[in-house]
């Protein structure tokens, strides 16, 4: 058994240890600490599920839920596990329903998950049935604690997790309004596995520093450089990020590239577009930001790179492999022209997005390489060792800040 006090040899946030990513104790205590501990989780959509009985499957963490419109106009959430044998309750992704009922052996839920029926409850014939003890109450379906914001669903199955406007931060709850100051229209999906666990590509999100080296499509046509004005936002309990960057058009379309010509990076290519419409853009935020990556602990990513705008769901699914999935969102009100820009913009993110591929495959090589590692750990030295918000962007203090709230909720 792994002696979680001795995981972590060192007090600070600098050195991460190889362990945490293939320890399958480590992840069991995940699903108990952190996604059914006190931490609000992404599910998905509020206008997923517009309409009474309107459904949506997903998951907290690993764990199957439900959300549902009741016919009060409210969402729920419960887990998607019958209360009988245990089979899975809701089997598509979406639809719509008057009551949840097991293809098992028939149990049937109403909208709060609670138990309102059982088939042959009273026997056939005046034989078998359940016992005169049972009882329907004793018997609903495990409750997801609903907070919702600018049109974002989170869940908990812990009664204790603050509000999810403190949970969140006032810097963190702008930045979310942000991008979401209208209700959303969803655009399309898709989904990506990573073969790796899924703190790295939590870490991976907010990492700035790999993002221009790694990123050849990044600096070429100079989407995102670190030598950009920009900055980083970490919130006080360290989990949540935000990194932005805005071009300057006086300032040869970015900035002062001498960095990045002295480290001889690969930031440049030979390579150009044949419709060089996809980099063009508005900016419908009236604030010259052209890129922000958001993330919420422990499993919220909410983009915009130019006008694509796009949720990240991060779904564990076991020590070393986790999905990402992908929604794709617009406005209502958005014109023919920006809502074709947002479709052909999602080029630029997703499983083969000409800025994002390489992100999955980095996870992997890490979590290829991690036989033999120990007690090793890695280097999360840039910008220091604290983690709080700074200008630049050359830093990994948003990565320190995910170890900082992980450590805490994990006890480690």
């Known amino acids: 058994m792994t002696d979680m006090g001795d995981i972590w040899v060192d007090?600070?946030?600098?050195?991460?240890?190889?362990?945490?990513?293939?320890?399958?104790?480590?992840?069991?205590?995940?699903?108990?600490?952190?996604?059914?501990?006190?931490?609000?989780?992404?599910?998905g959509l509020e206008c997923e599920v517009p309409d009474a009985g309107d459904f949506k499957t997903t998951f907290l963490g690993d764990i199957p839920v439900v959300l549902v419109r009741g016919k009060d106009g409210k969402v729920r959430g419960f887990e998607n596990r019958c209360a009988h044998r245990g089979a899975l309750l809701c089997l598509e992704r979406f639809g719509n329903?008057?009551?949840?009922?097991?293809?098992?052996?028939?149990?049937?839920?109403?909208?709060?998950?609670?138990?309102?029926?059982?088939?042959f409850q009273n026997g056939v014939k005046g034989e078998g049935g359940m016992p005169d003890s049972f009882k329907r109450e004793e018997h609903g379906l495990r409750r997801v604690k609903i907070a919702v914001l600018a049109g974002l669903v989170f869940g908990s199955f812990d009664s204790t997790v603050p509000p999810l406007e403190d949970y969140l931060g006032p810097d963190i709850v702008a930045r979310i309004h942000r991008v979401l100051p209208r209700p959303p229209k969803v655009l399309g999906y898709y989904t990506q596995t990573m073969r790796n666990n899924w703190k790295l590509y939590?870490?991976?999100?907010?990492?700035?520093?790999?993002?221009?080296?790694?990123?050849?499509?990044?600096?070429?046509?100079?989407?995102?450089?670190?030598?950009?004005?920009?900055?980083?936002?970490?919130?006080?309990?360290?989990?949540?990020h935000v990194s932005y960057s805005k071009l300057e058009p006086?300032?040869?379309?970015?900035?002062?590239?001498?960095?990045?010509?002295?480290?001889?990076?690969?930031?440049?290519?030979?390579?150009?577009?044949?419709?060089?419409?996809?980099?063009?853009g508005r900016d419908e935020f009236d604030d010259g930001i052209t890129l922000q990556i958001l993330s919420v602990f422990p499993n919220l990513v909410l983009q915009q790179v130019r006008n694509s705008l796009v949720v990240r769901q991060i779904v564990p699914r076991g020590v070393d492999r986790a999905d990402i999935v992908w929604t794709n969102y617009g406005f209502e009100d958005d014109d023919e022209e920006l809502a074709d820009l947002r479709l052909m913009q999602a080029n630029f993110i997703g499983p083969a997005g000409y800025i994002s591929m390489e992100d999955g495959a980095v996870g992997n090589f890490i979590q290829r390489a991690l036989p033999g590692t120990k007690d090793e750990t890695s280097v999360v030295l840039m910008g220091g060792d604290e983690a709080a918000s700074m200008a630049s962007r050359a830093t990994e203090t948003s990565i320190r800040g995910?170890?900082?709230?992980?450590?805490?909720l994990m006890d480690i």
């Open 97 to 119: 329903a008057k009551a949840f009922t097991c293809v098992y052996h028939a149990w049937s839920y109403d909208y709060d998950g609670n138990l309102v029926g059982v088939a």
């Open 202 to 240: 939590a870490e991976n999100v907010r990492d700035p520093y790999h993002a221009s080296i790694l990123h050849l499509f990044f600096t070429t046509f100079r989407v995102n450089r670190l030598s950009q004005k920009g900055g980083i936002i970490v919130s006080e309990n360290g989990g949540h």
């Open 402 to 408: 995910f170890w900082k709230i992980y450590r805490d």
């Open 250 to 280: 006086n300032a040869a379309n970015g900035a002062d590239d001498s960095d990045y010509d002295a480290a001889k990076l690969r930031a440049d290519s030979e390579f150009g577009l044949k419709e060089p419409g996809l980099m063009g």
């Open 11 to 43: 007090e600070g946030l600098t050195q991460v240890p190889y362990a945490v990513y293939d320890d399958e104790e480590i992840y069991a205590r995940e699903r108990a600490r952190l996604f059914q501990g006190p931490t609000w989780n992404f599910l």
